[in-house]
């Protein structure tokens, strides 16, 4: 791996999450199948959930074959399963979370079966109903402050 790529590997994990060290790609492969599975909650992983849940994955510097193996995952495993080959996934409890309430509504549908994966996955990580409801909320806010950085830095259009 390139001193480059290693420094972004470094700064996206820093600044996302907080973390000092870099995930395993093996811990990075079972956070995002977790997440896949929520997402296909609703009986349908569509495109645009997939496409987030691999461009998310990729922005983190993993090795090729994650991406690889992400891009045809059924997502139809037991989700206490998939958590369980893990220690650090299960540890990275809010934000696994978090990341599966983006991935699920990156379709423009936070469905109700998804809401019920994300807390059965909360129900497994020991995380309250509390605590989804304020992850739920973080998404909104973020999303919203999303639109509103990009209308602002581009009040017309993207130059790209």
């Known amino acids: 791996m390139s001193a480059n790529k ?5 700064w996206i994990f820093n600044w996302f999450f907080g973390f000092n060290e870099i995930p395993t790609s093996e811990d ?3 956070y995002m199948k977790s997440v896949l599975c ?8 569509s ?13 983190w510097g993993v090795e090729d074959w994650v991406i690889e193996e992400l891009k045809t995952y059924e997502a139809n495993e037991p ?10 996934v299960s540890m990275a409890q809010r ?9 699920c509504a990156a379709d423009r ?8 994966k994300v807390r059965q996955m909360a129900s497994i990580l020991g995380v309250s109903e509390k605590v989804v409801e304020q992850l739920e909320q973080l998404y909104q806010e973020e999303s919203a402050l999303q639109q509103k ?7 017309e259009k993207s130059p790209y």
């Open 109 to 116: 549908q936070y469905h109700e079966e998804e809401k019920v």
């Open 95 to 103: 934000d696994i979370l978090l990341c599966a309430i983006w991935a």
């Open 149 to 155: 950085r990009v209308k602002l830095l581009y009040p």
């Open 47 to 59: 495109a645009e959930e997939r496409e987030w849940v691999l461009g998310f994955c990729a922005s």
């Open 28 to 30: 990075s492969l079972t």
């Open 79 to 88: 989700i206490e399963e998939v958590i369980a080959r893990s220690p650090q």
């Open 38 to 45: 929520c997402a296909k909650a609703d009986g349908v992983l």
């Open 6 to 10: 290693k420094l972004g590997q470094k």
